[in-house]
């Protein structure tokens, strides 16, 4: 296949900064190639009320129009603490301000130190949220109190003990898990009912963990860079293989969806001790995908191209009440090279290596 169009994408998972922080360098990024995004709240000062959503909301769509993106809508979300007000969330909601809330346990990744000590903690508000049918939206890893737990095992700890509670607790509650890496957590969606579902990054169905040490961890040699690592860290072979069937031919892959988890920092912080985890892999993040499908032997038939269009445009958008785009972008099988630095100083995942596809329009 050397050309494939499909509807223009929508990701489910995005981190665009603040405004004065990165976001104006890195929102075109994704306005490039996606119709919208959901928004991830954990800025320096989380998004804990619909007012400071809204406030968040008009800066992303002044830099939105400021570079000429007039179409691209954000979908806003709030982040849940242990002392999060239930009747904000509810009125949040209501207005139409956010779509969902997310579930940071307590220091598990990048700016979570807001986060759910327990879980039990926010019963009150996820009862309001399962009553209203507003999506909840979970970083599935273990608290930092669980330390002890290794960092990959921390998902299919929390899939075990916390996950399943949820959803005991809560089965009506719409739940994504975000950013999947484990064979377990997606089980757990595949096997849940119907309102819970998935997103998937391009970086956890592409590389398995040896991603961050092949070559040494010295910070620039192809494949082993910082760049690589974000949370939850690239797992096992055996979970990403499975991760790239359930996505593709598995029973409930209709629950799954692109979420790029693009998370930008600039190199100083990246290169630093206590350097934060993230990928920012918006530049080029649709073609990802679609080397991913490719390889799987995806688009030798109409059947396999609708699959990845599903995946990529139409999935889970259900649970924001949304539509997926009418309109379509076209891919071509034509190399790109992924810069080494974009403005902002910000270095992409997979800095300075060539690609096989490319966005024409
Ligand atoms: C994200 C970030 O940098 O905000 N980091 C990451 O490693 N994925 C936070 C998150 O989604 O976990
Ligand atoms: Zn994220």
């Not at 800025?43 to 400021?66: G, N, S």
Request: hydrophobic share 40%; glycine share 6%.
């Amino acid at each position: 296949m050397k050309s494939l169009k499909i509807f223009r994408p929508f990701d489910r998972h995005l981190h665009l900064r603040e405004l004065l922080t990165l976001m104006k360098f890195v929102l075109e990024y994704s306005a490039k190639q996606f119709c919208g995004a959901v928004i991830m709240p954990n800025l320096k000062k989380p998004i804990t009320t619909w007012q400071q959503a809204k406030t968040y909301f008009e800066e992303i769509l002044y830099v939105a129009e400021q570079k000429g993106f007039h179409n691209f809508k954000p979908i806003m979300t709030a982040y849940l603490t242990d002392i999060i007000d239930p009747s904000n969330i509810e009125e949040g909601f209501k207005r139409g301000m956010w779509k969902a809330a997310k579930l940071y346990p307590f220091g598990a990744t990048t700016n979570s130190d807001s986060g759910v000590t327990k879980i039990e903690n926010i019963f009150k508000v996820l009862e309001v949220m399962q009553n209203i049918e507003m999506p909840l939206l979970v970083h599935p890893e273990t608290d930092v109190s669980r330390y002890t737990i290794g960092f990959l095992d921390r998902e299919r700890v929390y899939t075990d003990e916390v996950l399943t509670l949820i959803h005991r607790e809560f089965p009506k509650l719409i739940m994504s898990v975000e950013q999947i890496t484990t064979k377990e957590a997606c089980q757990f969606v595949e096997d849940s009912s119907n309102n819970v579902v998935g997103t998937v990054t391009p970086q956890h169905i592409m590389y398995d963990y040896n991603a961050i040490f092949h070559g040494g961890v010295h910070p620039y040699k192809p494949g082993a860079y910082v760049e690589n690592v974000c949370l939850p860290i690239l797992k096992h072979p055996e979970d990403v293989a499975y991760i790239r069937n359930a996505i593709t031919k598995g029973k409930a892959r209709w629950k799954l969806g692109a979420g790029t988890d693009s998370a930008p920092h600039i190199e100083e912080v990246k290169l630093s001790h206590g350097s934060c985890c993230g990928c920012f892999n918006a530049p080029a993040a649709v073609e990802l995908y679609t080397m991913v499908f490719e390889e799987l032997g995806m688009f030798e038939d109409w059947e396999g191209i609708k699959v990845f269009e599903e995946f990529m445009s139409v999935n889970n958008l259900w649970i924001y009440g949304i539509e997926h785009s009418k309109e379509t972008i076209e891919l071509v099988k034509e190399n790109q090279i992924i810069p080494e630095l974009v403005p902002g100083n910000i270095r992409p995942f997979k800095a300075g290596q060539t690609i096989p596809w490319k966005i024409v329009s």
